[in-house]
């Protein structure tokens, strides 16, 4: 199948396109590139250096499915531009919709996230099991990310008929090895603080809830839906997660796979912000429809990470921080132009 893969130059995108073409895909790739192109030089695929906001109806042409996962992708760049995540995440959504319906293309996967759930609690509550989240559970998003998501989702749903077969899928924080790789997402950032600092931070002692995902096991999902049953995830949503680990847990794993190798980590307890994001949530709904639970562990994961690490100095760069390196970004482009090239 030719498939548009918007932001297959990303994180969870260069992942998806290895297996994309492993499974005989041809993807075509839209993407601003934030990252440079040469995570993808490994394999064969057309490359559309453009944005989603600008989207035009030709780069469609002789597409079958999209797999839409472009965007700004978590809370700290979301907040930096809460403009730009909108017309990104949300505007920009509504419009690929509408030209994947023109140009007939009826299968349409969205990368959304667990975030949507953004459940809090208060320190006093850590203790307690907290509220697990289906994909019934009603949403109240607060944060910038979270609510272009919803609205992304509402606008996909609202839009699925006999013609169109979209697919959301929620995802939980992502971890493991990616051509393009991203050390600010819990664990890897635990492997990252692991061999840089010696030592991890834990938040409140860490007791906070999250579910976790495999990178691989995300791009899974995506490939599976250009070969499932159109009845079957035809303007459906589905949790994709492994499973629901406590930050302690995650911070537990990482320090202990160093210690066997003879290089003790440190855990050291920092104060609670007052509201701290602990949910749990639940991937029933994935294995009974589309029979794929989610398998690869954090444990393995962590393992396979360590052995292809880069060094500490390499480990440091910006790049494999979205923040950071948008914020560089910002700082060497001065003229207007060229900054409204970056957002
Ligand atoms: N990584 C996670 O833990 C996680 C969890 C849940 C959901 N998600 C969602 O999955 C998707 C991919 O996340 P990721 O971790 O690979 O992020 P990423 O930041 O590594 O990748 C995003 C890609 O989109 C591209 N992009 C950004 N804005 C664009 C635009 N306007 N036009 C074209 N391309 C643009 C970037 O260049 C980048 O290659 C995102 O939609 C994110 O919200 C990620």
């Known amino acids: 199948m030719r498939v548009l893969v918007t932001g297959g130059g990303g994180y969870i995108g260069t992942v998806l396109c290895e297996q994309l073409v492993a499974a005989g895909h041809r993807p075509v790739v839209l993407d601003r590139f934030f990252w440079g192109e040469e995570r993808l030089a490994h394999l064969e695929v057309e490359r559309i250096a453009g944005d989603v906001r600008d989207i035009r109806e030709e780069w469609l042409d002789g597409i079958e499915a999209v797999l839409h996962l472009a ?15 909108w017309q990104m995440n949300a505007v920009a959504t509504e419009r690929l919709v509408a030209l994947c319906k023109r140009k007939k293309i009826e299968r349409f996967t969205f990368a959304s996230s667990a975030s949507v759930y953004d459940t809090e609690s208060s320190a006093t509550e850590l203790d307690r099991s907290p509220i697990m989240c289906d994909e019934e559970t009603v949403l109240a998003p607060r944060g910038a990310y979270s609510l272009s998501k919803v609205h992304a989702e509402k606008a996909i749903l609202a839009a699925a008929d006999d013609g169109f077969a979209p697919v959301i899928f929620r995802q939980g924080t992502v971890y493991g090895w990616s051509p393009r790789m991203r050390f600010d997402l819990v664990v890897n950032t635990f492997i990252k603080d692991a061999v840089i600092n010696r030592r991890l931070f834990l938040h409140g002692g860490g007791w906070m809830w999250r579910p976790l995902v495999d990178v691989s096991d995300v791009a899974r999902v995506h490939v599976m839906a250009l070969e499932a049953p159109l009845d079957r995830i035809r303007g459906r949503i589905f949790n994709v997660l492994e499973e629901n680990y406590q930050i302690r847990q995650l911070a ?10 003879n290089a003790p980590i440190e855990l050291v307890e920092t104060p609670l912000p007052k509201l701290v994001r602990n949910y749990r949530m639940s991937n029933a709904k994935l294995s009974k429809a589309l029979d794929f639970t989610p398998s690869v562990t954090v444990l393995e994961s962590i393992q396979n990470m360590i052995d292809k690490l880069p060094g500490a100095e390499e480990l440091a760069h910006p790049q494999y921080y979205n923040i950071r390196w948008m914020t560089l970004l910002e700082s060497v482009h001065t003229s207007q132009r060229e900054y409204a090239s970056i957002y």
């Open 252 to 261: 537990m794993l990482v320090a202990g796979s160093f210690a066997i190798k």
């Open 71 to 85: 965007g700004l992708s978590n809370d700290p760049t979301a907040e930096y531009n809460t403009e730009a995540n």
